[in-house]
């Protein structure tokens, strides 16, 4: 098991599974990580990850809504259609960003599976 940043991860087909640290899931290292909500304390997702202004950048999440959690998304994250996304429990998600500039993230959500 990796510690990556203020998080727990470990990692598995280049994907990190973060686990929350006083209630942040902060992602530090690479593009794709998995989440879950195991408790009903809102948390936060940060994303503290090396800016580039030169290549996009994308970040994909997996998220386990295993149990009714407020989830903030960090500044500068814009949603498809001005969507903010809502989640069922028991459902999985997809969570995709996309940044041309480290700075405004355009997002979307696949799923309930």
Avoid at 34 to 41: A, G, K, R, V
């Amino acid at each position: 098991m990796d510690i990556i940043a203020r998080g727990m991860a470990a990692s598995s087909s280049n994907t990190s599974i973060v686990s929350p640290t006083n209630n942040t899931y902060t992602l530090t290292q690479g593009q794709n990580f998995e989440i879950e909500t195991t408790d009903d304390t809102a948390k936060t997702i940060v994303f503290d990850l090396p800016k580039s202004d030169s290549s996009i950048s994308n970040i994909t999440i997996k998220l386990k809504y295993t149990v009714a959690a407020a989830i903030t998304f960090p500044v500068g994250v814009v949603w498809k259609d001005g969507i903010i996304p809502t989640f069922a429990v028991g459902g999985t998600y997809l969570l995709l960003f996309t940044s041309y500039d480290g700075e405004t993230w355009l997002a979307s959500s696949i799923g309930r599976w």
